[in-house]
């Protein structure tokens, strides 16, 4: 009997420990009729587990939820313009830019708290939560007339904008093996860039074709609330609630059991102090607010390319759209090269893409005549060697150093970061030069690679 169970065993193959039973953890042998007749079996793995299939729908559901709530972002301020000619309303562009000031401070505020509720409540709830309240802020913005109402609706719009990407963090540090979250990110990421641009050409091309304001808002909320009710159907907040393995993470150096992560049981105070402690968190922030200031440049590349190049408006924007592209095509590949390469070959990654970003910089600097082909080229190659190291860094430091319990809280207060330096450096491209403006871009990304590599040297980062 117990030779007849060895035997089944053995045809079972051995058990994957990532995978419960149900999982199908057990490996699937082959039976193949050689040309001599005999039996020949190949052992095999099963393609999609009930785990993995269970982290696909986790990372849809999650890819296009944000991607729904950039949308209803891109219409709220896409809005004003068209709102500025609408008679109805005598809403003037002072009127937008004090409606867009009062939502920057906002969002700042939100992100200083979001990440800390996320964290408490869980990334489940505030996703849900998050999305049900853009739905009904965006749809009432859409039904209001007075300048004071839409300030009001505006800000708490953006507080509950702000709450998304801490429980998407979440969410992923919960489902993702340690090892993962280059790639995972990376997918998520491509979200809020191609969620922004596709956002743009969507609402903006209603816009165009004659439908109101109000229609373009109604329009988002109805995306936000399909999404909403998916994330209710689909989110779980973690694999134990379905019976399925839990995450694998690396064991932290500094955590005395050996296994875990030192902020496991520790309060949100403590939790605080220990990353203020942390050179690798100061410099990360510090490599943060300079890299976000670079990344502010594509925001102004179509007046500049218009200026310079003598474009018309259409066709400066079309060329200042590669970098979009390029940031896309770079987090395809580059999450991937980030989680298959060591320490070592993850500094000089990171290190030359921002070198080649300091170089694309540099000829936009220098070359005041350049051609379209080539702006159109220089621009693609910034975008892509600029992503990169803006997005994935920050977010795989934020899951692995704050852990699972505090991820939210550290990837909500590095955004403070980048978010600040982002109002800062909107306020001051407007009064300068546009050789001025690129000396301080040239200026930006050296500090910015100087502070990330320092921070790809760290025993944190590693």
């Keep these: 009997m117990e030779f007849a169970e060895e035997l089944d065993q053995k045809g079972k193959g051995p058990r994957d420990p990532l995978l419960l039973p149900e999982d199908g953890g057990g490996d699937v042998l082959d039976h193949l009729k050689t040309r001599d007749g005999d039996l020949k079996t190949r052992r095999r793995k099963p393609f999609l587990t009930r785990r993995v299939r269970w982290q696909v729908a986790i990372f849809c559901c999650l890819f296009l939820a944000y991607f729904s709530i950039i949308l ?6 896409v809005s004003l313009a068209a709102m500025t000619d609408d008679k109805e309303l005598e809403f003037t562009k002072f009127d937008a830019g004090t409606v867009l000031a009062y939502g920057n401070g906002a969002y700042i505020v939100g992100k200083m708290v979001s990440g800390a509720i996320a964290d408490t409540f869980g990334g489940r709830r505030v996703m849900i939560s998050a999305l049900t309240a853009v739905v009904f802020f965006t749809s009432l913005f859409a039904n209001v007339y007075t300048k004071l109402f839409f300030i009001a609706i505006f800000m708490v719009n953006k507080i509950c904008m702000s709450s998304g990407w801490p429980a998407l963090t979440k969410l992923v540090c919960i489902w993702f093996d340690e090892v993962h979250y280059g790639k995972v990110f990376s997918g998520m990421s491509i979200a809020s860039r191609s969620g922004g641009l596709a956002s743009l050409f969507l609402l903006g091309g209603l816009l165009s074709a004659g439908f109101h304001w109000r229609i373009i808002l109604f329009v988002a909320a109805t995306v936000a609330f399909c999404m909403m009710i998916m994330s209710a159907c689909l989110l779980r907040e973690s694999p134990v609630d379905l019976g399925l393995q839990t995450s694998i993470k690396k064991p932290k150096d500094d955590f005395k059991g050996g296994n875990g992560h030192p902020l496991e049981k520790a309060k949100l105070m403590e939790a605080l102090l220990y990353f203020a402690r942390s050179p690798a ?120 150093f704050g852990g699972e319990k505090y991820c939210s809280t550290l990837s909500s207060i590095l955004d403070v970061f980048g978010y600040c330096a982002s109002i800062a450096m909107d306020g001051i491209m407007g009064a300068m030069s546009w050789h001025d403006l690129f000396t301080a871009q040239v200026v930006s990304c050296v500090m910015a690679l100087l502070f990330l590599g320092i921070f790809m040297c760290t025993k944190a980062a590693r």
């Design 72 to 77: 209803c972002r891109v219409g709220t301020e």
């Design 281 to 400: 968190f100061w410099c990360l922030g510090t490599a943060t607010l300079f890299l976000t200031g670079c990344m502010e440049m594509q925001s102004i590349l179509p007046l500049y390319f218009k200026d310079s190049l003598h474009l018309t408006p259409g066709h400066a924007t079309l060329v200042a759209s590669s970098f979009q592209a390029g940031a896309v095509a770079s987090l395809m590949i580059g999450g991937i090269v980030y989680d298959h390469i060591g320490p070592r070959a993850r500094f000089l990654f990171i290190t030359s893409l921002l070198g080649i970003s300091t170089g694309c910089l540099v000829v936009l600097w220098r070359v005041p005549d350049i051609t379209i082909p080539l702006a159109g080229v220089v621009v693609f190659v910034l975008g892509a060697t600029i992503s990169t190291p803006y997005y994935i860094p920050v977010c795989v430091f934020s899951m692995s």
